[in-house]
Protein backbone atom coordinates (compact mmCIF):
# COMPACT_ATOMS: atom_id res chain seq x y z
CA UNK A 1 0.00 0.00 0.00
CA UNK A 2 1.54 3.64 -1.11
CA UNK A 3 1.10 5.99 1.43
CA UNK A 4 1.89 9.63 1.97
CA UNK A 5 1.77 11.12 5.83
CA UNK A 6 2.49 14.92 6.77
CA UNK A 7 3.41 15.79 9.89
CA UNK A 8 4.74 19.14 11.57
CA UNK A 9 1.73 21.27 11.57
CA UNK A 10 0.40 23.11 14.25
CA UNK A 11 -0.23 26.74 16.09
CA UNK A 12 2.24 29.50 15.78
CA UNK A 13 2.71 33.32 15.95
CA UNK A 14 3.41 35.48 13.11
CA UNK A 15 6.59 36.08 12.24
CA UNK A 16 7.22 32.26 13.61
CA UNK A 17 8.70 29.14 11.56
CA UNK A 18 7.54 25.53 10.90
CA UNK A 19 9.03 22.39 9.49
CA UNK A 20 6.09 20.40 7.35
CA UNK A 21 7.35 16.70 6.63
CA UNK A 22 5.39 14.17 3.66
CA UNK A 23 7.04 10.60 4.71
CA UNK A 24 6.53 7.92 2.01
CA UNK A 25 5.52 3.97 2.65
CA UNK A 26 5.23 1.59 0.04
CA UNK A 27 7.12 3.18 -2.49
CA UNK A 28 10.68 5.33 -2.84
CA UNK A 29 10.07 9.16 -3.67
CA UNK A 30 13.14 9.39 -5.01
CA UNK A 31 11.74 9.06 -8.85
CA UNK A 32 8.37 10.87 -7.78
CA UNK A 33 7.40 14.35 -8.09
CA UNK A 34 6.34 15.93 -4.92
CA UNK A 35 4.06 18.94 -4.27
CA UNK A 36 2.64 20.91 -1.30
CA UNK A 37 -0.92 21.99 -1.27
CA UNK A 38 -2.71 23.96 1.48
CA UNK A 39 -6.54 24.77 1.74
CA UNK A 40 -8.18 27.04 4.12
CA UNK A 41 -11.82 26.49 5.45
CA UNK A 42 -14.04 28.28 2.27
CA UNK A 43 -11.91 28.77 -0.35
CA UNK A 44 -10.03 26.17 -3.20
CA UNK A 45 -6.91 24.06 -2.89
CA UNK A 46 -3.60 26.28 -3.75
CA UNK A 47 -0.36 24.74 -5.18
CA UNK A 48 2.17 26.36 -2.66
CA UNK A 49 5.35 24.58 -3.69
CA UNK A 50 7.07 21.40 -6.05
CA UNK A 51 9.75 19.63 -6.45
CA UNK A 52 10.88 17.33 -8.92
CA UNK A 53 12.30 13.98 -9.03
CA UNK A 54 16.04 13.25 -9.49
CA UNK A 55 17.68 16.74 -9.67
CA UNK A 56 14.87 18.32 -7.44
CA UNK A 57 13.88 21.26 -9.20
CA UNK A 58 12.06 23.38 -7.29
CA UNK A 59 9.26 26.32 -7.60
CA UNK A 60 7.13 28.43 -5.13
CA UNK A 61 4.09 30.22 -5.51
CA UNK A 62 4.48 34.12 -5.50
CA UNK A 63 2.62 34.53 -1.95
CA UNK A 64 5.36 32.20 -0.51
CA UNK A 65 8.41 32.80 -2.44
CA UNK A 66 11.13 33.85 0.00
CA UNK A 67 9.99 32.55 3.24
CA UNK A 68 9.26 28.73 1.99
CA UNK A 69 12.02 26.09 0.93
CA UNK A 70 11.51 22.87 -0.34
CA UNK A 71 13.58 19.77 0.01
CA UNK A 72 14.17 16.04 -0.32
CA UNK A 73 15.91 13.55 1.29
CA UNK A 74 15.74 10.37 -0.24
CA UNK A 75 17.81 8.53 2.17
CA UNK A 76 14.46 8.95 4.20
CA UNK A 77 12.21 8.88 1.69
CA UNK A 78 11.01 12.43 2.51
CA UNK A 79 10.00 15.72 2.13
CA UNK A 80 10.36 18.44 4.05
CA UNK A 81 8.47 22.28 3.81
CA UNK A 82 10.20 24.80 5.62
CA UNK A 83 7.95 28.04 6.43
CA UNK A 84 9.67 31.09 7.72
CA UNK A 85 8.18 34.31 8.54
CA UNK A 86 4.47 33.14 8.40
CA UNK A 87 1.72 35.02 8.30
CA UNK A 88 -1.71 34.76 9.55
CA UNK A 89 -2.91 33.84 5.41
CA UNK A 90 -1.05 31.05 5.54
CA UNK A 91 -3.16 29.19 8.02
CA UNK A 92 -5.00 26.52 6.24
CA UNK A 93 -4.43 22.45 5.94
CA UNK A 94 -1.08 21.03 4.27
CA UNK A 95 -1.44 18.20 1.88
CA UNK A 96 1.68 16.59 -0.31
CA UNK A 97 1.12 14.65 -3.12
CA UNK A 98 3.03 12.88 -5.50
CA UNK A 99 3.55 11.09 -8.59
CA UNK A 100 5.83 8.66 -10.61
CA UNK A 101 7.89 11.30 -13.02
CA UNK A 102 11.20 11.82 -14.58
CA UNK A 103 10.01 15.04 -15.90
CA UNK A 104 12.47 17.89 -15.43
CA UNK A 105 10.56 20.69 -13.82
CA UNK A 106 7.25 20.63 -11.74
CA UNK A 107 4.14 18.28 -12.86
CA UNK A 108 0.41 19.76 -12.95
CA UNK A 109 -1.26 19.90 -10.33
CA UNK A 110 -3.97 17.27 -11.86
CA UNK A 111 -1.18 14.99 -12.47
CA UNK A 112 -0.99 13.76 -9.11
CA UNK A 113 -2.37 10.81 -7.67
CA UNK A 114 -0.96 10.31 -4.54
CA UNK A 115 -2.24 12.15 -1.47
CA UNK A 116 -1.22 12.52 2.07
CA UNK A 117 -4.32 13.41 5.03
CA UNK A 118 -3.09 17.05 5.68
CA UNK A 119 -1.68 17.96 8.33
CA UNK A 120 -3.19 21.96 9.78
CA UNK A 121 -1.12 24.72 10.44
CA UNK A 122 -2.64 27.81 12.58
CA UNK A 123 -0.88 30.82 12.13
CA UNK A 124 -2.45 33.38 14.91
CA UNK A 125 -1.70 35.78 17.68
Known amino acids: QLQLVESGGGLVQPGGSLRLSCAASGFSLHWYSIGWFRQAPGTEREGVSCISSGSGSTNYADSVKGRFTISRDNAKNTVYLQMNSLKPEDTGVYYC??????????????????WGQGTQVTVSS
Open 97 to 114: AARFSREVGCIPENAYNY
